[in-house]
């Protein structure tokens, strides 16, 4: 059974940061390509950032050059740097992947990790 577990969310005032990380955990051959998405109330569900297996990243409009996507193979792990955060940041952030299971690639998700930006 594969999973998908993240952390790091939190109440943070404007202009702050944080870090949200998300772990891989299971039996599964290899990751692609994983993502950070996000839904703020009464909102539709959003990419905010994706990064591939090899590095290269991707990132929504709404925070390029505030927020930095890293990951690491060897721990199935991947990581949401947030800076510079605004009100408009507050959201479930959801970590999703893309996992070869026993030869099929399926995306996976994980149950998600509230941000809220406020003072």
């Known amino acids: 059974q594969v999973q998908l577990v993240e952390s790091g969310g939190g109440l943070v005032q404007p202009g702050g940061s944080l870090r949200l990380s998300c772990a891989a955990s299971?039996?599964?051959?290899?990751?692609?390509?994983m993502r950070w998405h996000r839904q703020a109330p009464g909102k539709e569900r959003e990419l905010v950032a994706a990064?591939?297996?090899?590095?290269?990243?991707n990132y929504a409009d709404s925070v390029k050059g505030r927020f930095t996507v890293s990951r690491d193979n060897a721990k199935s792990t991947v990581s949401l740097q947030m800076n510079s955060l605004n009100p408009e940041d507050t959201a479930v952030y959801y970590c999703?992947?893309?996992?070869?299971?026993?030869?099929?690639?399926?995306?996976?998700w994980g149950q998600g990790t509230q941000v809220t930006v406020s003072s």
């Open positions: 999703n992947a893309e996992i070869v299971v026993s030869r099929l690639l399926a995306s996976y």
């Open positions: 299971g039996s599964f051959s290899s990751i692609n390509t």
């Open positions: 990064i591939t297996s090899g590095g290269n990243t």
